[in-house]
Structure formats: structure tokens, C-alpha cells
């Protein structure tokens, strides 16, 4: 029999534990935020993990999670999707990849925008990653030097990237980011995305991974959650069992308490085993914990799949919350295991060298422009994006 340790659970936490959010009178059945102090929510975890003690009685938590992610959510088992008919512009030949501007269709009226990266100079089936950014300030999350250098970097390697917009940044701006189903229209977005990547002729789709930063990555592990094609995730800065999210696309909607349970985005997370999975995390931010908290819990998850090796944390305790280069550092190498990469197509004296990566202004990376103007079918305004996802 399998069972959870969480060692030093409590005097592990050597900051001051942070207050936990007050509840939403108006919500009761959300958690937002930093609902719960530090040590609750190491506490709750652990009494959590109590439950499942073997591979069988975690399998049948996993399905409650996964029916309260859908119901939560309001995922139907068949979206109202439409035929992507992709628009695909501006291909740019770089220092070892490509990089073009794409639009495809979602729901009905409702466009994913991004930028896809793709490998030169080699053959074959390709990886996919699908890149998720965080909550920006200048609502241009996919076109920050952080994000290009990743999605550059990895192309180089040989992957097949596609970088794509949160609703309401970049040229997602159909409908304000915080809408109440922003939850349910990302996941949905992030579905057909991994549909348009699979659909790409040159990418293998039993090697396809998911990397976001903080709101990216809640996209990326909720996505992983939901979708078995993930077979590789990486969420950086954002795993917590005290900390829910503190934007609607993340828990505006009843996805982390049930009629029939509670749980936590380091439960949820869970869902991901045995697929591997990289938590990166820091010592600034509400991951500050994970190699004491969540990270020993995933551990007990894998474990009872027998697949200890596959889940693995980088930690950065002088760091803070971002997707920079020691953190890029981790993920090129975890993906380059475990999808097959070639990282030593970007190394220079044993470090990845980023240097020969075109860093562009955002302005050239827009898909919707004058001369290509977004379709004439796009519904615009909150009421009407949010009239299809009733």
C-alpha cells in the first residue's frame, strides 16, 4: 500500500503565512485567491491525501474531479466548435525557425489568436507545445521578450510552438478578460488549440506539451487536466494548495467546490498522473512552499502509479514570479527528455543561448491588421461573447 508523506509541513513555512482572502458573500461556492492562510491549505492537502491511500481509490477521486472540472466549468462533452479554417500570415525565415501570425475559429464568432513557431532544417514528426502567458499589464501577453524567447528557443529544438492569447489581450479582444465564463471560453479556446496543433502535418500528436507562466499556467495544467493529448506539462509559478487563482478566468466559475467535494489547483493538478509534469516555483509568490507542500503530494499521486520519475520541482528561492531564463532553463531541459527535443541544437558553452532569437515589436506579431482585418462574423462585446457560453 501506497501512502502521502508531506514532511515538515508546518515548520517548513519559514515566512509569515499570508491571511487568507475573506469569501465572497455574493459566491459561496467559489474560492478565489489566497482563500485559505498557508497552513490551511498545506493541512487540508494532507488530510485530503489521507483518503486515497492506493492507486484504485485515487482513480475514483480523479473522476469526481474531472466531472466537477466539466460541470464546474459547463463543458458539454461536445462544444458547439466550428471548422477551425485557420488564417495563417507573415512567415518570417529566422535563425533556425519560423515564426507566422494565425487566427482560427473557435465557437461561432469567437477567434484564438497567436503565433506559431516551427523548427527549419530538420524532418519528420515534430513535437507540439502549446504556450500559454500570464496576466500582463499591457495586455500583450504573447509578445513580451520572455514569451518569444521561449517559444523561439524550443522551436529550435525542434518543437512546433503555438503561442496564443488569453481572451481580451493582444488581438483577443473581442470581450473584456474578466468576463464571468472567461474560465470556460479559455478552456474551450485551449481545446481547439490543441486542435489546430494537432492538426499541423508535421507534428507528432503522441508528443504534445503545455508550458504557461502564473494565469498561463492555470491554462496549462487545466488543460492537461481535462485533455489526455497533453502528455507533457509544465506550469510555472502558479501550483498551490492555499492559493486559488486570483482572476475569473481562473476561478470566477464552481470548479474547486462541488456539491459533492472541495479540492485545490494542487489536487487538480494532480489529474496530470502519470503524464510527466514540471512544477517550477520560487520563494516570492504563493509557490514558495511547493518543495515542502505540494510537490511531496504530487509525489504520492505518482507514486501509486509507480511513476515517482516523472514528476519533478525546480525551486528558485531567491526568485520571484516569472517565466526568465533559470526557469526557461528547466523547462527546456524537462521537455527535452520527456518529448524528445534536441536541446543541444541551442547550447553554447553548455548553456541555451538565446541570442539567436529574434526578439520582434508586438505590433508585427498581430494577426489582425489592416490587411488582414479580423472576420467580418467575429461577435464583439461582452453581452454578445457572453450570450454563447450559455
Known amino acids: 500500500m501506497s501512502r502521502f508523506r508531506i514532511p515538515g509541513l508546518i515548520g517548513s513555512l519559514c515566512l509569515p503565512l499570508l491571511a487568507a482572502a475573506q469569501p465572497n458573500p455574493a459566491r459561496p461556492d467559489l474560492r478565489q485567491g489566497a482563500y485559505y492562510s498557508e497552513a490551511e491549505g498545506a ?44 488564417l495563417r500570415h507573415s512567415v518570417r525565415q529566422l535563425d533556425g525557425y ?3 501570425n494565425v487566427a482560427f475559429e473557435s465557437l461561432p464568432g469567437i477567434f484564438v489568436t ?7 532544417g530538420l524532418t519528420g514528426k515534430h513535437p507540439g507545445i502549446l504556450s500559454q502567458h500570464g496576466h500582463a499589464k499591457t495586455l500583450d501577453g504573447r509578445t513580451p521578450e520572455s ?4 517559444c523561439a528557443t524550443l522551436a529550435r529544438m525542434g518543437a512546433v510552438v503555438f503561442a496564443y492569447d488569453m481572451i481580451g489581450y493582444g488581438d483577443s ?27 499541423l502535418p508535421d507534428v507528432d500528436p503522441a508528443r504534445i506539451g503545455v508550458t504557461g507562466e502564473s494565469g498561463g499556467g492555470t491554462q496549462a495544467f487545466m488543460l492537461a487536466a481535462l485533455d489526455q493529448r497533453v502528455t507533457v506539462a509544465v506550469p510555472v509559478v502558479m501550483i498551490s494548495a492555499h492559493f486559488f487563482g486570483g482572476c475569473p478566468c481562473e476561478s470566477g466559475m464552481p470548479v474547486h467546490k462541488r456539491p459533492t467535494h472541495e479540492t485545490s489547483n494542487a489536487e487538480l493538478a494532480a489529474l496530470i498522473a502519470p503524464r510527466p ?10 509557490t514558495k512552499n511547493t518543495p515542502s507542500v505540494e510537490y511531496p503530494f504530487m509525489q504520492g499521486v505518482y507514486r501509486l502509479y509507480g511513476a515517482e520519475e516523472q514528476v519533478a520541482n525546480v525551486h528558485l528561492p531567491d526568485e520571484g514570479h516569472d517565466y526568465g531564463p533559470s526557469k526557461r532553463l528547466a523547462a527546456y531541459t524537462f521537455l527535452a527528455k520527456h518529448l524528445g527535443l534536441d536541446l543541444t541544437r541551442v547550447l553554447k558553452n553548455g548553456q541555451p543561448d538565446e541570442s539567436r532569437n529574434t526578439i520582434f515589436p508586438g505590433d508585427s506579431l498581430r494577426v489582425f491588421t489592416d490587411q488582414y482585418p479580423r472576420p467580418v462574423q467575429a461577435v464583439l462585446g461582452d453581452e454578445a461573447v457572453s450570450a454563447l457560453l450559455k
Not at 56 to 83: C, S
Not at 174 to 186: G, T, V
Request: with cysteine.
Open 43 to 86: 493541512n487540508r492537502l494532507a488530510d485530503t491525501a489521507r483518503t486515497y491511500l492506493t492507486r484504485a481509490a485515487w482513480e475514483q477521486r480523479a473522476a469526481l474531479l474531472r466531472k466537477g472540472l466539466h460541470e464546474g466549468m459547463e463543458l458539454t462533452e461536445k462544444p458547439a466548435f466550428v471548422p477551425l479554417k485557420p
Open 98 to 100: 519560423t515564426v507566422e
Open 114 to 120: 497567436g503565433n506559431l513557431y516551427r523548427p527549419t
Open 147 to 150: 514569451t518569444q524567447q521561449r
Open 173 to 199: 479582444k473581442q470581450c473584456d478578460h474578466k468576463i464571468p465564463k472567461a474560465l470556460k471560453l479559455q478552456a474551450m479556446n485551449g481545446i481547439r488549440a490543441l486542435d489546430f496543433l494537432v492538426s
Open 277 to 286: 509534469m514540471l512544477l517550477i516555483s520560487d520563494g516570492k509568490d504563493w
